[in-house]
């Protein structure tokens, strides 16, 4: 079994700050990518930030330069930091992870059940 696991969610003042954490467990050889997903009511779900096995990033144009994703490895965890928050932030917020549950398994994608983040005006 495989778990993924959101935290850090709640309600903030627009221009505050949260720091959401992801936790994976359970059978994992190895973890690949791992990243940020968000979804508002009545959107699709959107990329927000990805972070690959050796730490390179890519973020959405709208929360370049605010929000930050970083990794620990050793943790199975991956962070997202953000900063400058706006009323448009506020959505659910999806970690996924590409896991490999064995040396010799295809890696699949485990998503969390997501947070929520909601910025008032």
């Known amino acids: 079994q495989v778990q993924v696991v959101e935290s850090g969610g709640g309600l903030v003042q627009a221009g505050g700050s949260l720091r959401l954490s992801c936790a994976a467990s359970g059978s994992i050889f190895s973890i690949n990518g791992m990243g940020w997903y968000r979804q508002a009511p009545g959107n699709q779900r959107e990329l927000v930030a990805l972070?690959?096995?050796?730490?390179?990033?890519n973020y959405a144009d709208s929360v370049k330069g605010r929000f930050t994703i970083t990794r620990d490895s050793a943790k199975n965890t991956v962070y997202l930091q953000m900063n400058s928050l706006k009323p448009e932030d506020t959505a659910v917020y999806y970690c996924?992870?590409?896991?490999?549950?064995?040396?010799?398994?295809?890696?699949?994608?485990?998503w969390g059940r997501g947070t929520q983040v909601t910025v008032s005006s």
């Open positions: 996924n992870a590409q896991i490999k549950r064995t040396s010799t398994s295809n890696s699949l994608m485990y």
């Open positions: 972070i690959t096995s050796f730490g390179s990033t």
